[in-house]
């Protein structure tokens, strides 16, 4: 994550706190020289995202706060885990407190829930991949949260990949007549992914040689038949409210990606604090 992306976010963040008149509370109470050093604990067991987030908070208050990384993204914590120390002005440390732990808090969620379905399909050959269900504004960090939990990154936006839906098939008449038009407009660089609802569909897009099939809601047993129909020409995406009690019947299917849109929209958050030494 550049500073430059990281930046954009925590300046909105930090404005939507602040609004006009600043850290009332914190201005009234801490003297202005005070300096000092608090600790980012976690309170459970997890996997980190957001520290480099938090830096630039800190950073963007001011440049004096220093924080000392003991845990990076991507690293498992238990409860107990100090996670960063971060010294220096105390009104900076205290009115950045909760911008930083909100997106440490956050994507430290969605890293976590990331890990687990990783570790539940250890051992398969698929690939847990989250989607574009992202909280508007966050989808970069989102996104690098699920990579540091384990998983891959799908799709970023509407301009990086072709991903022809029900809809798209509905209105071009069928699923070859949607490849055909997609292919006549796509660069060679482009992938393009197709969503199925039958067997007959993934045999139609097969035959218009379409990169990546999207099996929505299909049965552990369908995906089965749908990985031995194939026959490796096609990488095959099982979708479609799968959890952490199914996937493992997905993921031994023979599928080679499992996207799963609760990545991002409805992982709990970490429960991390700061605490003053």
């Known amino acids: 994550m550049t500073a430059l ?8 963040a930090l404005r939507e706190d602040l609004g006009r008149a600043g850290d009332l509370t914190t201005d009234a109470i801490v003297p202005s020289d005070a300096v000092g050093r608090a600790r980012v604990v976690a309170r459970s067991a997890g996997v980190i995202s957001g520290v480099t987030v938090l830096e630039r908070v800190f950073a963007l208050l001011d440049p004096r706060v220093h924080v000392e990384i003991h845990v990076g993204d991507g690293g498992v914590v238990e409860p107990g885990t100090t996670v960063v120390t971060i010294s220096g002005p105390l009104r900076a440390i205290l009115t950045g407190e909760r911008t930083a732990l909100n997106f440490v808090g956050h994507l430290s969620g969605i890293a976590s829930a990331t890990a687990r379905l990783v570790a539940l399909v250890a051992g398969t050959r698929a690939t847990i991949v989250d989607t574009r269900k992202t909280t508007p504004g966050l989808r970069a960090l989102e996104k ?5 939990g384990g998983g891959k990154n799908h799709r970023f936006g509407l301009d990086d990949a072709i991903l022809i839906k029900d809809n798209h098939v ?13 292919r006549a407009r796509a ?4 992938k393009i ?3 199925v609802d039958t067997p007959e569909q993934l045999d139609q897009a097969l035959a218009e040689r379409a990169d990546i099939v999207l099996l929505d809601n299909f049965s552990p047993a369908q995906l089965r038949e749908a990985v031995a129909r194939s026959g490796g020409r ?7 409210g799968i959890d952490a009690t199914t996937i493992r ?3 031994e299917s023979g599928v080679d990606l499992i996207s799963v849109g609760a990545l991002t929209h409805s992982a ?10």
């Open 144 to 148: 690098a949260a699920v990579r540091h």
């Open 268 to 277: 709990p958050s970490l429960d991390v604090g700061l605490d003053l030494d």
């Open 193 to 195: 992914e197709v969503e």
């Open 5 to 12: 992306l990281a930046d954009e976010l925590v300046r909105g």
């Open 170 to 182: 509905a209105v071009a008449g069928g699923i070859v007549p949607a490849i055909v038009a997609a």
């Open 234 to 240: 096609a990488l095959l995406e099982a979708s479609g």
């Open 187 to 190: 660069g060679h660089l482009v």
């Open 249 to 251: 019947a997905v993921a």
